[in-house]
């Protein structure tokens, strides 16, 4: 469809539109009748303009960019986007809040979404993370609940801190999430001044079909900033789109803001050896034993044209993935792989991977086996065969990009995390030692503020979280929220 700056209205299907004001009536004063076909056509559309909002991280910022290698990495990955340095590869990046509708303000204390998506020679790569290296819980069953409570109550239809503090609480393992959102880094000062981490373990293999565990780590150039809950409550109170407009403005006025890739790296033999489940989500691997390794970096210098067909229609997938990268046993990252598609099948449509901006537009000859369904809308392969196997040699496998095998062993069972692993606090711990004496004064107010409306019981299973993973964190918190740390029952 060409762009209209032609100046004269047409309907949708092209026929020109007689009258723009005056909808056609029986006489001056009689009713409306339904040859006027394009009021009809434009109230049909009208009703229909409002998609679903994504489920989680329904608010946000997108805009395009260019990825840059400036380290030579391929003696972990064959992945064509890292083959050589200088090599540039152009990509889409979306930031987001979680909790909030997609009418939410910006200035939330919440995580952020970092999502990246890679249109790489080879099929996009979508690495779909947040600003926080870790996440509240370990196993997927959980996912549904976790957006029970952050979203609104069935009954009331307000957030309730209540459920919200009783679920979290209730998984020791969230603690170390739960201390990152209440710090400063809770609320970033927009999405220019935060880290992105793809969080999970991912893997990546070389030529030679060599594996390692690999975590994904995004620093941004611009330098970290935070806002206080005070100075957050005055920004939303004039400005609810205070991230999307620092963003936008940002690249209008040619501030491309930047961040550098780095990744850090777990052979098979050092995961067999780890002191953690290294798929665990709920922990980091420590910078000391796993160094970042610098990769390259990117920038976001363009703004998208129209925001409901680039950014609302975006639809990232941990699915996209490349060769020479791949999954980990990580539970969470399973689960994960199943959830989007469905979502945007849902949301969009089977054929979003049509929508521009989801388009591999890098690979040179698409040829996917999938046809028909709702809103095809290029020419679905014409003739082209549309069965397997044929005389043709179309839809030939690519046995080159088989991965690795992956030996694995073990029974199919509802295996318990907490039989494996109960080493909740030590991680969360250490963050607390990492910050000033100001910032744990903040994490103590900064918590007892978001657990406003919380019952005593809730709140002394806090403490007693806090507790373990230091007592001055507990003490501190306690103080915070009014309860004589002497009377919690510390043990259970
Ligand atoms: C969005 C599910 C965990 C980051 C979404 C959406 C769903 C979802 C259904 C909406 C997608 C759409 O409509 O396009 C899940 C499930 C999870 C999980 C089932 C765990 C079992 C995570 C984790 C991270 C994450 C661990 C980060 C490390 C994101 C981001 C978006 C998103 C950044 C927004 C993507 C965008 O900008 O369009 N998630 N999620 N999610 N999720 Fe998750």
Same mark, same amino acid.
Request: hydrophobic content about 35%; some cysteine; proline content about 5%.
């Given at each position: 469809?060409?762009?209209?700056?032609?100046?004269?209205?047409?309907g949708?299907?092209?026929?020109?539109?007689?009258?723009?004001?005056?909808?056609?009536?029986?006489?001056?004063?009689?009713?409306?009748?339904?040859?006027?076909? +394009? +009021?009809?056509?434009?109230?049909?559309?009208?009703?229909?303009?409002?998609?679903?909002?994504?489920?989680?991280?329904?608010?946000?910022?997108?805009?395009?960019?260019?990825?840059?290698?400036?380290?030579?990495i391929?003696?972990?990955?064959?992945?064509?986007?890292?083959?050589?340095?200088g090599?540039?590869?152009?990509?889409?990046?979306?930031?987001?809040?979680?909790?909030?509708?997609?009418?939410?303000?910006?200035?939330?204390?919440d995580?952020?979404?970092?999502?990246?998506?890679?249109? $790489?020679?080879?099929?996009?790569?979508?690495l779909?993370?947040?600003?926080?290296?870790?996440?509240f819980?370990?196993?997927?069953?959980?996912?549904?609940?976790?957006?029970?409570?952050?979203?609104?109550?069935?009954?009331?239809?307000?957030?309730?801190?209540?459920?919200?503090?009783?679920?979290?609480?209730?998984?020791?393992?969230?603690?170390?999430?739960?201390?990152?959102?209440?710090?400063?880094?809770?609320?970033?000062?927009?999405?220019?001044?935060?880290?992105?981490?793809?969080s999970?373990?991912?893997?990546?293999?070389?030529?030679?079909?060599?594996?390692?565990?690999?975590?994904?780590?995004?620093r941004?150039?611009?330098?970290?900033?935070?806002?206080?809950?005070?100075?957050?409550?005055?920004?939303?109170? $004039?400005?609810?789109?205070?991230?999307q407009?620092?963003?936008?403005?940002?690249?209008?006025?040619?501030?491309?803001?930047?961040?550098?890739?780095?990744?850090q790296?777990m052979?098979?033999?050092?995961?067999?050896?780890?002191?953690?489940?290294?798929?665990?989500?709920?922990?980091?691997?420590?910078?000391?034993?796993?160094?970042?390794?610098?990769?390259?970096? +990117?920038?976001?210098?363009?703004?998208?044209?129209?925001?409901?067909?680039?950014?609302?229609?975006?639809a990232?997938?941990?699915?996209?993935?490349?060769?020479?990268?791949?999954?980990?046993?990580?539970?969470?990252?399973?689960?994960?792989?199943?959830?989007?598609?469905?979502?945007?099948?849902?949301?969009?449509?089977?054929?979003?991977?049509?929508?521009?901006?989801?388009?591999?537009?890098?690979?040179?000859?698409?040829?996917?086996?999938?046809r028909d369904?709702?809103?095809?809308?290029?020419?679905?392969?014409?003739?082209?065969?549309?069965?397997?196997?044929?005389?043709?040699?179309?839809?030939?496998?690519?046995?080159?990009?088989?991965?690795?095998?992956?030996?694995?062993?073990?029974?199919?069972?509802?295996?318990?995390?907490?039989?494996?692993?109960?080493?909740?606090?030590?991680?969360?711990?250490?963050?607390?030692?990492?910050? $000033?004496?100001?910032?744990?004064?903040?994490?103590?107010?900064?918590?007892?503020?978001?657990?406003?409306?919380?019952?005593?019981?809730?709140?002394?299973?806090?403490i007693?979280?806090c507790?373990?993973?230091?007592?001055?964190?507990?003490?501190?918190?306690? $103080?915070?929220?009014?309860?004589?740390?002497?009377?919690?029952?510390?043990?259970?």
């Amino acid at each position: 469809m060409t762009e209209n700056n032609n100046q004269h209205l047409t309907g949708l299907f092209g026929a020109p539109v007689s009258d723009r004001e005056n909808t056609m009536t029986a006489g001056p004063r009689g009713p409306v009748v339904m040859q006027d076909i +394009f +009021f009809i056509e434009q109230m049909a559309h009208f009703d229909r303009e409002v998609i679903p909002e994504r489920r989680m991280h329904a608010k946000g910022s997108g805009a395009f960019g260019t990825f840059t290698v400036t380290h030579d990495i391929t003696r972990y990955t064959s992945a064509k986007i890292f083959s050589e340095i200088g090599k540039q590869t152009e990509m889409f990046a979306r930031f987001s809040t979680v909790a909030g509708e997609r009418g939410a303000a910006d200035a939330e204390r919440d995580i952020r979404g970092f999502a990246l998506k890679f249109y $790489t020679e080879e099929g996009n790569w979508d690495l779909v993370g947040n600003n926080t290296p870790v996440f509240f819980f370990r196993d997927p069953k959980l996912f549904a609940s976790l957006n029970h409570v952050v979203k609104r109550d069935p009954k009331t239809n307000m957030h309730n801190p209540q459920s919200n503090w009783d679920f979290w609480t209730s998984l020791p393992e969230a603690l170390h999430q739960v201390t990152i959102l209440m710090s400063d880094r809770g609320i970033p000062n927009g999405f220019r001044h935060m880290h992105g981490f793809g969080s999970h373990t991912y893997s990546m293999y070389n030529a030679q079909g060599q594996r390692v565990w690999v975590k994904f780590h995004f620093r941004t150039q611009q330098g970290i900033e935070n806002l206080t809950d005070e100075e957050a409550n005055r920004i939303i109170s $004039t400005d609810r789109e205070s991230s999307q407009r620092d963003l936008f403005n940002a690249i209008e006025q040619g501030q491309f803001p930047k961040w550098k890739m780095f990744i850090q790296v777990m052979t098979e033999e050092q995961a067999k050896n780890h002191k953690d489940n290294p798929f665990d989500l709920t922990k980091v691997w420590f910078k000391d034993e796993y160094p970042l390794i610098p990769v390259g970096e +990117f920038e976001l210098n363009r703004n998208p044209e129209n925001y409901f067909a680039e950014v609302e229609q975006a639809a990232f997938a941990p699915t996209n993935i490349i060769p020479g990268l791949d999954f980990s046993p990580d539970k969470m990252l399973q689960g994960r792989l199943f959830s989007y598609g469905d979502t945007q099948r849902y949301r969009l449509g089977v054929n979003h991977w049509q929508i521009p901006v989801n388009y591999p537009k890098a690979v040179a000859n698409l040829c996917p086996f999938s046809r028909d369904g709702q809103m095809r809308v290029d020419g679905n392969l014409g003739a082209h065969t549309n069965y397997y196997p044929n005389s043709y040699g179309h839809h030939q496998s690519q046995p080159q990009f088989k991965k690795p095998a992956l030996p694995l062993n073990g029974s199919v069972y509802e295996h318990d995390f907490r039989e494996d692993d109960t080493n909740y606090y030590e991680q969360p711990g250490k963050l607390f030692n990492l910050l $000033t004496t100001e910032e744990q004064h903040r994490l103590f107010i900064n918590t007892a503020n978001a657990m406003h409306g919380v019952n005593d019981e809730v709140k002394r299973r806090h403490i007693r979280n806090c507790y373990k993973a230091d007592p001055a964190y507990g003490q501190g918190i306690a $103080t915070a929220l009014n309860i004589d740390i002497a009377t919690v029952d510390l043990e259970n």
